[in-house]
Nanobody, 120 residues
């Protein structure tokens, strides 16, 4: 399974971006998926996760109320709508598949990441 994230870019504080993640390859199953991020000099951290059905979602406290994870109409496509962005949201954002967890090691598949930069 290959994952490809897109939608990153430069945005001013208070602005919005929507990240997309599409899975390809052996996608016979519908995967639970998550988003993580890694800021310069920091460890990778959990952002949000969504169950395979889309019925359950979980967010890190730092993004709760500002970010929304959702599934697309196409199987194994996931979005991360980011609003009220802050400079501290600047990071490389990674999508991951095959787990509904806050722990990165429990995900089997990872995309290459997309950079989000929030200017103050």
């Amino acid at each position: 399974v290959q994952l490809q994230a897109s939608g990153g870019g430069l945005v001013q504080a208070g602005g919005s971006l929507r990240l997309s993640c599409a899975a390809s390859g052996r996608t016979g199953s519908t995967y639970a998926m998550g988003w993580f991020r890694q800021a310069p000099g920091k460890e990778r951290e959990f952002v949000a996760a969504i169950s395979w059905s889309g019925g359950s979602r979980y967010y890190a406290d730092s993004v709760k109320g500002r970010f929304t994870i959702s599934r697309g109409n196409s199987k194994n496509t996931v979005y991360l709508q980011m609003s009220s962005l802050k400079p501290e949201d600047t990071a490389v954002y990674y999508c991951a598949a095959d787990s509904y967890s806050v722990t990165s090691s429990e995900y089997d598949y990872w995309g290459p990441g997309t950079l989000v930069t929030v200017s103050s």
